[in-house]
C-alpha cells in the first residue's frame, strides 16, 4: 500500500511509567511528541496509565516488555509495521527473540535473516528494540537496528545524561530517522 503523505512515528521504550509511584510523563516529554501520527512502544511502559495519556496525542501500539501492565495495546511480543514499503520489525528483547548475540552494542545473531523472516513474516527495513536504556543505531547489510532508550529512565541518568525517543519520518521510498533528546 502507498503512502499518501509523509508519516511520522514517535519511537519509546523503557520508560517505567507509575504515575504516583514512579516516573511520570513530564512537559518537556509531551511536548516533544507532539505533532507526531502514530506512538510505538517497545516494552517496559509500566502501567496503562502512561499508553493512555500518549493516547491523547496519537495512538499507541507497541509490544509488551517485563514491566508492563495487560493492554491490548502492547498484548504481543513480535510486532511489524507496515508502512508504504517500509517495514518495521519490533521487539522488547532481540536475543530473547533470537535475533541478536548481545544488545549493547546491538550484535545481530548469525541467523538473523532468516529470523526475522520467520518472526516478522519476510524481510524487514529496520529492528525496533529496547531494553537497555541507551539509545544506539547499528546498520548491517540490508538492515537498520534502531534503540530508542529511554525518555524518562536514561542510562547515565545520574551523569546528567538526557532522555531520549526516536523520531520516524516514513513516506513512499523514504525512511529517516532522528533522535530526540529530553533534557532533565
Do not use: K, Y
Request: proline letters at 8%.
Amino acid at each position: 500500500m502507498a503512502l499518501s503523505h509523509p508519516v511520522t512515528v514517535a519511537v519509546l521504550a523503557d520508560c517505567h511509567i507509575h504515575p504516583g509511584g514512579g516516573p511520570d510523563w513530564t512537559p518537556q516529554i509531551l511536548e516533544a511528541l507532539a505533532g507526531v501520527d502514530l506512538i510505538v512502544t517497545l516494552g517496559d511502559m509500566g502501567e496503562a496509565a502512561g499508553l493512555d495519556r500518549l493516547a491523547q496525542i496519537a495512538p499507541v501500539l507497541g509490544v509488551r516488555g517485563q514491566d508492563d501492565s495487560d493492554d491490548p495495546r502492547t498484548a504481543l511480543q513480535v510486532r511489524v509495521l507496515q508502512l508504504g514499503a517500509t517495514r518495521l520489525g519490533c521487539v522488547f528483547d532481540p536475543v530473547a527473540a533470537g535475533l541478536a548475540s548481545a544488545v549493547d552494542p546491538f550484535t545481530p545473531d548469525f541467523n538473523f535473516r532468516p529470523r526475522c523472516r520467520e518472526l516478522f513474516g519476510g524481510e524487514i527495513t529496520a529492528l525496533l528494540f529496547a531494553s537497555t536504556h541507551v539509545p544506539q543505531s547499528s546498520w548491517f547489510p540490508g538492515c537498520m537496528a534502531l534503540n530508542p532508550g529511554s525518555a524518562t529512565l536514561p542510562s547515565g541518568m545520574e551523569d546528567g545524561v538526557p532522555g531520549a525517543f526516536i523520531r520516524l519520518e516514513v513516506a513512499e521510498g523514504r525512511f529517516d530517522f532522528q533522535f530526540v533528546e529530553i533534557g532533565r
